[in-house]
């Protein structure tokens, strides 16, 4: 089950997108929301940007306890569900690198340098 959480309209890093510009980046949520991340016994949390009709961009994960001990099945679990998070940030690598929002100045920035991938340009077709 989703847990998600957004950040508030009346927050000082809310910013609103316009909408004069094409896929990926109209008909989402604003800005972005908060969720929780589990990847096997391991907890974490990240931001998201959560879009209506495509994949959702997400960021980094913050984990909030260490990692399992090398060679356990707790590990081997940990393993296999990273493996999907990160095939999913390979996929949709807008907010790579990235564990936090950015400024409105650096989306915007973000948003010009950005070039979609394979998977993304397959949805836009």
Not at 40 to 46: A, P
Not at 89 to 118: I, N, W
Request: overall charge negative; some cysteine; proline content about 8%.
């Amino acid at each position: 089950e989703d847990f998600n959480w957004y950040l508030s309209e009346s927050s000082p890093d809310w910013y609103e997108e316009e909408f004069a510009f094409a896929y990926p980046f109209s008909f989402c949520s604003y800005p972005f929301s908060f969720c929780f991340v589990r990847a096997g016994s391991r907890l974490g949390w990240r931001w998201e940007r959560k879009f209506i009709y495509t994949p959702d961009n997400n960021f980094e994960v913050n984990w909030l306890d260490p990692l399992p001990a090398k060679g356990s099945s707790e590990y081997q679990s940990y393993i296999g569900a990273l493996q999907n998070i990160q095939s999913d940030m390979d996929s949709y690598p807008f907010f790579r690198g990235y564990h936090q929002p950015p400024t409105e100045a650096v989306f915007k920035r973000l948003r010009r340098q950005y070039r979609p991938s394979r998977e993304e340009m397959e949805i836009m077709e």
